[in-house]
């Protein structure tokens, strides 16, 4: 074993393209907004639909100023990655970065999205992330960087400095108080300055050139509508200079524009947009009257539907997505726009060029008006991508339990190894496809083909693979179908039929796929041999695809032409994984009598304008069983076995489908079980005194597969630490114990914060919960010592904390070294209602050693951790007191402490 080599080379980006400083005043950018006309002003502070010569179906488009040189902008979704309408790189998941702990990574991961948005013709990346996982059943909790606002902020804010270096706008999301699973948000003033704040304070202080304000109430208001929050807090206290945009819909009036906003997105969309159905534009000046506006979640579904048969019957939300969507999205009978408001007074001409001044001077200073904008290069992906993105993975990877030293695999291990998990055939790149780069298929190796490669041939290798739940299935067989009486399905074009096929299995590996444009229907009717669940997997490329049995519905490809979100059907986009050979897969679980049943499927156009793969799969009721029982066959016989499982966030708090059953049983019958999840939340493990060791590799990206290796063979030791608790029970959390429904749990989506400063781990801390595994828990192949601490006043009125780390173990490895605070004793002139967290984050790193290594390690603490929020006098005090400052590698695990005053 050579741990702590296999990244050692990695190639670093560094900035090219980096922004100006921010100024006090832009006069370049007042002349500018002074020669123009409404018209103009308008079309730089509310989005557009880009022309379609040229549209990338990126998220949002600005159409700038052509007369006075100001050129258009496109801004792309994710994290992680970049989104359009072409497959791009799909880095680590943001919950993977964060278990990194590295501020390193986290810049070489935004540089590396700056890049894939240079290539891709990208001008803002609506990314970093940076709400908090204040609540795991959040939908979008695993784009989070974890529960502490201190691994937040540096995370973030490197982020932003990487992605800004390469010449691309930031735009950190979503401002504020986006951490519900409800829609109005409600915290007291301490709560927001010191939890939900700070991620966007260090945001403004690495020079991110815009935010997103978010879809939710905050105390009383829309975020989008809440001059507290952008005028008075983020413009004042912060001293914010670029502009802030809505997320997409959450403009409510043209007044918005008073309140701190500067742009309006997705702004004015043409005719039959699918964003008609939940938005209107209220930042356009047409005098014409604005169509009212009754929402409709059907659209909506039609997007974002991307269930699996593993996660169907878990159980409902708290917050019903009807509730949360009409909460955030509400029906307006009489909307009007800016050409009202202008008319009526409540806008005046001032305040439309305080925000068009405000875009233009993001625009000078990333050079944009001289030429710096992009447009896509029709090249591949930057080589650097790949071990960057490895890295990451390598390092995100948190080795939560390892009894007697299972891992790394041993030589001897080989000789009776078992694979075992869909996540072993193929790389769980992206577990939750929206809103993010969907990877490049084509880049990613699996485990199973990786070990193959590498022990292919040698004498006493035994290596087998099951993958238990086949998610790719086999080609419906041709004998089965018939049309009219005879052999085959129809084809259509429209309802002219146009031929007759054996079966749907065009494929560009079977060399028949069809050309670019060809959208056909076809009917027919399946022979079923027996009653029972049927898996259906509808795979498609090149076009859109509906599958009809019996009439009704029973899946589609996600994803309408103009609804933004990359538009072309990609690899992935409707599961966990693509096929294994690189199709999209609508997979759907039907019920079927034995017997003839109807069957349609529809195609119709994506824009790709690539040639049209469509099939449909299949897996029989006893191929399933067949698939479980040779997984647990191979698994129990086997001289150790691998499990590769997966969650998303249905079950809540659990793994999805039979999964549980299938480590069960097999950890039951061979003791040498080892499990790899991909995850980006904690899930309960049952199974978890009968598995020998447990690592979680999260969503690694492209190279998961690169990274997964690295760490089972032991040519990396792990040191990614959690960036979240990880709780014995989903009621252990403080927005899911029961006791406390007004944190997340009422059904009318209203939210209140009453847990304040005790988010996550400090919430068990206070309480006394013991966690199954602590925030910043992760094992090493290696052992570690702490000693000689010693605290310090630092000039700038905080603390440097210092102390020796030693590598007592064989083998080279990464060390997280980290610091909390206590809450001060015998602080004196606190005012009433104030509170200090039992713990918090105060400092961390990421440090390399060789076995038998000692380093000196020094972590400041910055003034602001020592201070409280006074909301008296809206300013920052410091607490005075004594604290307690211990050090060590998690929040439990602490050897190293001393008072400070």
């Not at 400090?762 to 595994?773: S, T």
């Amino acid at each position: 074993m050579i741990a702590g080599t296999a990244t050692a080379a990695v190639p670093r980006v560094p900035a090219t393209d980096a922004p100006a400083p921010e100024t006090e005043s832009d006069p370049r950018a007042v002349d500018l907004v002074a020669r123009m006309t409404l018209d103009e002003k308008i079309a730089l502070i509310r989005g557009a639909q880009e022309p379609s010569a040229t549209d990338q179906g990126e998220a949002g488009y600005l159409a700038g100023v052509p007369r006075l040189g100001i050129p258009p902008m496109r801004f792309a979704d994710g994290p992680p990655g970049i989104l359009t309408r072409e497959p791009s790189a799909a880095p680590t998941a943001t919950m993977g970065l964060a278990a990194t702990f590295s501020r390193e990574d986290a810049e070489q991961n935004g540089a590396i999205i700056g890049l894939e948005a240079r290539r891709l013709g990208v001008d803002v990346a609506l990314e970093p992330f940076i709400n908090m996982l204040r609540d795991i059943s959040f939908g979008r909790g695993w784009n989070t960087f974890g529960e502490d606002p201190l691994l937040t902020s540096a995370l973030g804010a490197a982020q932003i400095t990487g992605i800004q270096g390469q010449g691309v706008m930031a735009q950190a999301k979503h401002y504020l108080g986006y951490d519900l699973m409800g829609y109005k948000t409600t915290m007291d003033a301490q709560t927001l300055h010191e939890v939900y704040l700070p991620p966007f304070a260090a945001a403004v202080d690495a020079g991110v050139s815009s935010l997103m304000c978010a879809y939710n109430y905050v105390n009383g208001q829309y975020a989008c509508s809440n001059a507290d929050l952008m005028d008075t807090t983020l413009r004042g206290e912060l001293g914010f200079k670029g502009f802030v945009t809505s997320d997409w819909g959450a403009v409510h009036a043209a007044t918005d524009l008073k309140a701190g906003l500067d742009m309006e997105m997705p702004g004015l969309m043409p005719p039959g947009s699918p964003w008609l159905t939940i938005t209107r534009s209220y930042f356009d000046n047409n005098p014409e009257p604005v169509e009212p506006l009754t929402m409709s979640l059907a659209v909506l579904g039609r997007v974002f539907e991307r269930s699996m048969p593993e996660e169907k019957g878990a159980p409902p939300a708290a917050v019903s997505s009807a509730v949360r969507m009409r909460g955030q999205f509400p029906d307006v009978p009489a909307p009007t726009n800016m050409a009202t408001a202008l008319k009526t007074g409540t806008i005046a001409m001032a305040d439309i060029d305080r925000a068009a001044i405000r875009v233009v001077h993001e625009m000078n200073r990333f050079g944009f008006l001289d030429g710096k904008t992009h447009q896509p290069t029709g090249q591949a992906p930057d080589p650097r991508l790949a071990a960057i993105i490895r890295k990451t993975s390598s390092d995100a990877a948190v080795l939560l339990k390892n009894e007697g030293g299972a891992l790394p695999l041993k030589a001897e291990d080989y000789a009776g190894l078992a694979l075992i998990g869909p996540g072993a055939g193929q790389v769980v790149a992206l577990g939750i496809n929206a809103e993010h780069s969907l990877g490049l298929t084509e880049t990613q190796h699996s485990v199973v083909e990786l070990m193959q490669r590498r022990y292919a041939g040698r004498p006493g290798i035994d290596i087998q693979y099951a993958v238990g739940d086949d998610m790719t299935g086999t080609p419906i067989p041709p004998a089965l179908y018939s049309a009219d009486g005879k052999p085959g399905l129809q084809r259509f074009k429209g309802e002219l039929a146009v031929g007759r096929d054996a079966a749907l299995d065009f494929t560009e590996t079977g060399a028949n796929a069809q050309p670019a444009g060809s959208f056909y229907t076809w009917r027919g009717e399946l022979e079923v041999p027996a009653e029972g669940i049927y898996g259906l997997y509808l795979q498609v490329l090149g076009a859109h695809a509906e599958l009809r049995i019996d009439g009704k519905v029973v899946g589609h490809t996600s994803g309408l032409i103009g609804a933004r979100h990359g538009d072309t059907v990609q690899p992935g986009q409707d599961n966990l994984l693509s096929t294994t050979d690189g199709l999209n897969n609508v997979r759907r679980d039907v019920a079927l009598t034995q017997g003839r049943h109807t069957v349609e499927v529809v195609t119709s156009d994506d824009t790709s304008r690539a040639p049209v793969q469509i099939r449909l799969n299949w897996v029989t009721p006893a191929q399933r069983a067949a698939n479980l029982n040779h997984a647990v066959a191979i698994g129990a016989k086997a001289k150790k076995v691998v499990i590769f499982a997966w969650a998303r966030q249905a079950p809540l708090f659990g793994l999805a489908g039979g999964q549980d059953a299938m480590i069960d049983a097999i950890a039951s019958a061979n003791p040498n079980t080892v499990v790899v999840l991909n995850t980006s939340y904690p899930v309960a493990m049952p199974w978890l005194s009968k598995v020998k060791a447990v690592v979680n590799m999260w969503w690694p990206g492209d190279q998961g597969g690169e990274a997964t290796m690295d760490v089972l063979t032991g040519t990396i030791s792990p040191a990614g630490r959690l960036p979240f608790t990880w709780a014995r029970a989903l009621t252990d959390y403080p927005a899911t114990d029961p006791r406390y429904p007004e944190r997340g749990r009422r059904p009318d989506g209203d939210v209140t914060y009453s847990e304040g400063l005790d988010i996550g781990y400090r919430w068990f801390v206070r309480n006394g919960i013991a966690p199954l595994y602590a925030f910043g828990h992760g094992l090493s192949y290696t052992t570690f010592a702490y000693s000689g601490l010693s605290v310090r006043h630092a000039p700038d009125g905080g603390l440097d904390v210092a102390f020796k780390v030693k590598n007592t173990g064989a083998v080279a490895s990464d060390e997280v070294p980290q610091v909390y605070l206590s809450a001060p004793k015998g602080a004196k002139g606190v005012p009433i209602g104030v509170r200090f967290a039992a713990q918090a984050l105060a400092g961390f790193d990421r440090i390399h050693l060789d076995a038998g290594e000692t380093k000196p390690v020094i972590i400041h603490v910055p003034l602001r951790s020592l201070q409280y929020w006074d909301k008296a006098g809206r300013r920052w005090v410091a607490a005075g007191g004594t604290r307690e400052v211990s050090v060590g590698p998690s929040s439990q695990v602490l050897p190293l402490s001393a008072s400070s005053r």
